[in-house]
């Protein structure tokens, strides 16, 4: 006899990155699915599902309403790093989980927060460490401006110093800002080795699509090659023909991902993940997740959840997309989540210099 759970699911159906929020929700509404099918497990899921519409400041309103009048304690969703900080004192308050399925910048570890996705030391470092021999050592970096693009910046700064490199330009844009004119002659000037891109959802399409243009003026279709750890197939279609030849770095592309993507996949298997957690506890959902960890284990059903960060290993891929989809070129092992890289040769980076950004 299975035990019924509610579980909260707050991804964005529309706004900004959209593409994304149905991805990610659709892996979600497949792993409910799955567990409710399978027998062998005790537990079945009920969604109780909230649209934030990629909205910043509906996000925590919406995720506390799950937590104190729908029954939820676990709650599957967010996408930008802005989202999950903004729920994560209701989470604290109320003694909810969230499940976090995007790649994100790192340096966090919150007992509220189960990171499922890639952290910098399995999607930044690896994608910068095969980038420069291949390509060089002279970038660009250009990116959102919030969070995920100052951190993402930050490290890659950093990366390519210590590894004897130049980054010739760092810029940013609002979300949503496709006023690019300013980047692309920049980068027409300076033609580095290879672009960081941490534009996110219409910024980073048109980014794609200017910078294809810009190869076409030079007549070199492999110049300029463009780096997004944060571009996944669920993307593909939004960016169109413009984005051939972007690579990217993550657990999962298509054939392990079921077609979905690897936001889809990383927030299936958490459902899944979820469930053997809770099979044979009851009452389990109520319990810290550490204490949960510590059970499986000793059930022997180890996780690949740390129990002191709550990040997850993950496997290393990097692809180049070519004919509409994700190409693999290498893969590494499973690799530990390392959030504050405290485990890599870390050198202490200058003084910033003060800038306005516009």
Not at 21 to 36: D, H, I, T
Not at 123 to 141: C, E, K, N, S, Y
Not at 161 to 173: F, K, P, T, V
Request: proline residues 6%; aromatic residues 6%.
């Amino acid at each position: 006899m299975k035990r019924n759970l509610s579980i909260g699911l707050l991804h964005s159906a529309s706004g900004p990155y959209a593409a994304l929020g149905q991805a990610a929700r659709a892996g979600v509404l497949r792993g409910v699915a799955e567990v409710n099918a399978d027998a062998a497990l005790d537990v079945a899921f009920d969604v109780v599902e909230r649209d934030p519409e990629g909205r910043l400041d509906r996000y925590a309103p919406l995720c506390r309403d799950m937590l104190r009048n729908a029954g939820v304690r676990h709650v599957f969703g967010c996408l930008t790093s802005s989202s999950r900080k903004e729920v994560i004192p209701e989470l604290e308050r109320l003694d909810g989980l969230l499940w976090y399925s995007a790649p994100y910048e790192g340096f966090e570890a919150s007992e509220q927060v189960v990171y499922t996705h890639s952290c910098p030391n399995q999607h930044l470092l690896p994608l910068l460490d095969w980038a420069m021999p291949t390509f060089g050592r002279r970038a660009a970096l250009v990116g959102s401006n919030y969070i995920w693009g100052w951190e993402i910046a930050q490290i890659a700064r950093e990366r390519i110093g210590a590894a004897g490199g130049e980054i010739l330009s760092d810029r940013y844009l609002a979300i949503g800002d496709t006023e690019l004119d300013h980047l692309i002659a920049e980068i027409r000037v300076l033609r580095p080795d290879f672009i960081v891109n941490s534009l996110i959802g219409e910024s980073s399409y048109t980014f794609l699509a200017r910078i294809a243009g810009l190869r076409a003026e030079l007549g070199d279709a492999a110049a300029l090659p463009v780096l997004s750890c944060n571009f996944t197939e669920a993307e593909i279609g939004a960016a169109g023909a413009a984005a051939e030849g972007l690579y990217s770095a993550g657990p999962y592309f298509e054939a392990a991902a079921g077609g979905l993507g690897s936001f889809a996949e990383t927030s299936r298997l958490a459902v899944h993940e979820l469930a053997r957690l809770l099979h044979g506890t009851a009452g389990g959902e109520t319990l810290p997740l550490a204490q949960l960890l510590a059970l499986a284990a000793r059930r022997g059903r180890p996780s690949r959840l740390d129990p002191d960060t709550q990040h997850a290993r993950q496997p290393v891929v990097i692809a180049e997309l070519r004919g509409g989809r994700f190409r693999e070129i290498l893969r590494l092992p499973e690799i530990a989540a390392d959030p504050y890289l405290s485990h890599q040769d870390r050198l202490p980076l200058p003084r910033p210099m003060l800038k306005v950004v516009s």
